[in-house]
């Protein structure tokens, strides 16, 4: 079961970019994606009038009724079920396509749902979904068809082909070899390719400034992407950048991974610390007798300590009267000045 819940999250995910899944009988999703790389998005939504009375908040089947005259509601026999159907269009860019779900040009497409579903098992599945949520909608959800019309005739694929044409049935997720992935492409040697590189940091560095990091490959396709800020998994990338790009500014020590379809491996460490080094003593304040000093730097750690140009270890017992001053810098640059007295 939770097999089957992995492979219906990477559908999942696609299907809900194109309309809102408030939960219901199903959906319908097709995308047609031209020559120019833009995709033409049709969503249909399926509820039964019990699910839409629920969902307005409408006791009354009179009211429902008019509800649905008003709305232009269309009704649609499907398997012997009636429903009540919701449609509608979008389109998306390359360049939208590729902010939301993943790469698209002449010869390839693949949805990174691991950049949404970054740990499926206890975290979100899609931007807003958790795993609690994926179950009920699960129970409640009967169909969910994705078509995806593309501009190339398919070589391989990890969902059902013909043509240029992918189908997925994402409860059944027939065909689908990768769970956090959906993939097509024109020419089988992409999934051979070997060049990977990331770019944007330095393996093992300390930076006191955001750093954004690429993933690339000029040969093959990436496979899976990941990040980690002090162990902890988190999603790749934004709704502002690329499938490949991330912009990494909080504070933390960072491990980027990247693997292709070859085979090929890379992991990136390195460490981003934008703030100062803290000591007990404050800046101009004077201490009426000896002083202990102590300092610590949480995420890169102090590469320098000098008290009046000498260098000093943290615990240091101050005696001497008069003014000193207190030089703290921290493995990524930055650097605390304190200004002190003893009576």
């Known amino acids: 079961m939770k097999n089957m819940k992995k492979k219906a999250a990477a559908v999942l995910s696609v299907l809900m970019l194109a309309g809102s ?19 033409k998005i049709s969503t249909t939504l399926y509820s039964t009038k019990e699910e839409m009375k629920e969902l307005l908040e409408i006791d009354s089947d009179e009211v429902f009724e008019e509800y649905v005259l008003q709305s232009g509601m269309e009704k649609e026999e499907k398997d012997g079920t009636t429903y009540y159907v919701q449609k509608t269009d979008q389109t998306l860019t390359k360049e939208e396509f590729e ?12 949805i990174y749902t691991s950049s949404y579903a970054y740990d ?22 009967s169909f969910m068809n994705l ?16 043509g240029n044409t992918l189908t ?16 097509a492409v024109a020419d089988e040697n992409l999934l051979k390719g070997t060049n990977l590189t990331i770019s944007g940091a330095s393996e093992g560095k300390y930076y006191k400034k955001k750093q954004t990091v690429k993933i690339d490959t000029a040969d093959g396709v990436i496979r899976s992407m990941s990040l980690k800020i002090n162990g902890k998994a988190s999603p790749f990338s934004d709704d502002k950048h690329p499938y490949n790009v991330t912009v990494c500014s909080e504070d933390g020590r ?61 615990g240091k017992v101050i005696k001497k009267k008069g003014t000193h001053k207190l ?13 002190f007295k003893i009576k």
Not at 21 to 35: E, P, Q, R, S, V
Not at 99 to 110: H, K
Not at 124 to 141: A, F, P, Y
Not at 170 to 181: C, R, Y
């Open 21 to 39: 899944l408030f939960g219901g009988c199903g959906m319908d999703t097709k995308y047609t994606i031209d020559k120019n790389l833009t995709s």
């Open 99 to 110: 902010q939301q779900l993943g790469r698209i040009d002449e010869n390839c497409l693949v």
């Open 120 to 141: 499926i098992n206890d975290a979100d599945i899609g931007s807003d979904i958790n795993m609690s949520e994926m179950e009920n909608l699960m129970k409640q959800i």
């Open 147 to 162: 078509q995806m019309e593309l501009p190339f005739t398919v070589a391989k694929s990890n969902v059902s082909f013909e």
């Open 168 to 183: 997925a049935d994402a409860l059944n997720s027939a065909g689908m070899e990768d769970p956090d992935i959906v993939y």
């Open 254 to 314: 960072y491990t980027v991974f990247a693997e292709l379809f070859g085979g090929t491996k890379q992991t990136l460490k390195f460490t981003i610390d934008k703030t100062k080094p803290t000591s007990n003593i404050k800046n101009g304040k004077t201490y009426k007798s000896s002083k202990k000093i102590t300092f610590s730097d949480k995420t890169s750690g102090i590469k320098s300590a000098k008290l009046d140009g000498k260098t000093v270890k943290s």
């Open 327 to 339: 030089v703290l810098t921290d493995k990524a640059g930055n650097k605390t000045t304190i200004k």
